[in-house]
């Protein structure tokens, strides 16, 4: 997806609809889920609206165009304005976006939250599988045997599988599919109400998809205690996920 750099620099063209099919769709996309954007964008608009008609009706030229576009940066919010104005006519510290500026996913970055993110998850599991479970249950629980019965994998590679599952797959689907979906049909959801709809739909992967679909055992293990365990082990599990991503999001 574009950036709110790349989205300024192309904010003209798109006005002037001189896009290719695919940057516009790209454009359109950063603006349903961008505010700062999509206010810039209105903005722009207006401004050019208010060109006189005879200049209007012609093509601008680049004087005209770095005209309004320093227009519309003395306007805007100063995160906003460092993002069209040249490069080095500002200190490295205001050139860097502040907290509430739209961050743009990059494979290290994200593969380096997805590790702490998941790793908090994983820690919140194992506490409450070895330790609290026991006590409600008579006896810990084993993503092992699950893992054994649905995929046929036991032993060191089980171990694996449940380790990959906890430090990359539950944290990358959470930072990259829960959270910008959450943020595009439900933008009031607070950070916690995000992360419980997700520990829900892991005890609905691993109760139905994983037990019954791809193992063969009665869905959500009958709705025994076992299965109610389960949806708060998930729910803890990605919970302790949500809290790790929100104060690292807070602190960056």
């Known amino acids: 997806m574009l950036t709110c750099k790349e989205v300024a620099a192309r904010a003209s063209r798109y006005l ?22 999509a206010r810039y964008m209105e903005q722009m608009t207006m401004t050019v609206g208010m060109l006189p008609a005879a200049v209007a009706q012609e093509q601008l030229d680049s004087a005209v165009e770095d005209q ?35 961050r743009v996913p990059r494979a290290p970055r994200v593969l380096g939250e997805a590790l702490l993110t998941g790793l ?16 409600w249950l008579g006896f810990a629980l084993d993503p092992h045997t699950l893992i054994d019965a649905a995929l046929g994998i036991a032993g060191p590679g089980a171990v694996l599988v449940h380790l990959c599952t906890g430090l990359l797959l539950f944290p990358l ?6 959270r910008p979906l959450a943020r595009l049909l439900a933008p009031v959801l607070p950070w916690w109400g995000v992360a419980g709809v997700f520990g829900l739909v892991l005890w609905v992967f691993a109760g139905y998809v994983v037990a019954n679909l ?14 109610w365990a389960s949806l708060v082990g ?18 960056a």
């Open 68 to 102: 309004v576009m320093a227009r519309l940066a003395a306007v805007q919010r100063p995160a906003v304005a460092a993002y069209v104005v040249p490069a080095g006519s500002v200190s490295p510290a205001a050139e860097r976006p502040p907290a509430w500026a739209p």
């Open 16 to 37: 002037d609809d001189d896009l290719p099919p695919l940057d516009r769709a790209q454009l359109r996309m950063h603006l349903s889920m961008c505010k700062l954007c």
């Open 120 to 135: 908090a998850g994983l820690a919140a599991w194992e506490i409450f599988a070895r330790i609290v479970a026991p006590v």
């Open 173 to 178: 689907a959470f930072l990259l599919v829960a």
């Open 234 to 251: 998930h729910g803890a599990l990605a919970l302790s996920m949500g809290a790790a991503a929100h104060l690292r999001r807070q602190t």
């Open 214 to 227: 791809m193992g063969g055992l009665p869905a959500f293990f009958g709705f025994g205690a076992v299965a």
